[in-house]
């Protein structure tokens, strides 16, 4: 892990980070960020549900990494394998569009030819 990334990444957004730790406590402050959307709803109105995790790349600088990431292992193996690494959001992993970038990619990168 890269700690001066995350340094940088926490010290940007320490302020968004520890609002969204109180929301994640306090059920009263997240209706109250909700309200701004739907000003009739009630904390009884809210329930609790489980928390979600979305891993998303970092640079060394601590800015989010918007896109894919392409890497290729070393040795003769690893040569012939492509990674694809951080998918922005579930939606991205199952887009038509997305997937031809990704082929694309693969057939520039080992040299295939189309037919």
Same mark, same amino acid.
């Given at each position: ?37 739907? =000003? ?12 979600? /995790?979305?891993?998303? @790349?970092? !640079? +060394?600088? &601590? ?24 998918? =922005? ?12 970038? /990704?082929?694309?990619? @693969?057939? !520039? +990168?080992? &040299?295939?030819?189309?037919?």
């Amino acid at each position: 892990m890269e700690i001066r990334g995350l340094r940088k990444l926490v010290m940007r957004y320490w302020r968004l980070g520890t609002q969204e730790a109180l929301r994640s406590l306090l059920l009263a402050a997240q209706v109250r960020q909700l309200q701004r959307f739907v =000003p009739e709803l009630q904390p009884s109105d809210v329930t609790r549900g489980p928390t979600g /995790v979305r891993a998303q @790349a970092m !640079d +060394t600088d &601590g800015r989010l990494i918007e896109d894919f990431v392409f890497a290729q292992g070393e040795g003769e193996m690893g040569r012939r394998i492509l990674h694809v690494r951080n998918a =922005p959001s579930p939606a991205a992993t199952s887009s038509l569009a997305i997937a031809e970038m /990704v082929a694309d990619k @693969a057939r !520039d +990168t080992f &040299g295939w030819t189309t037919q």
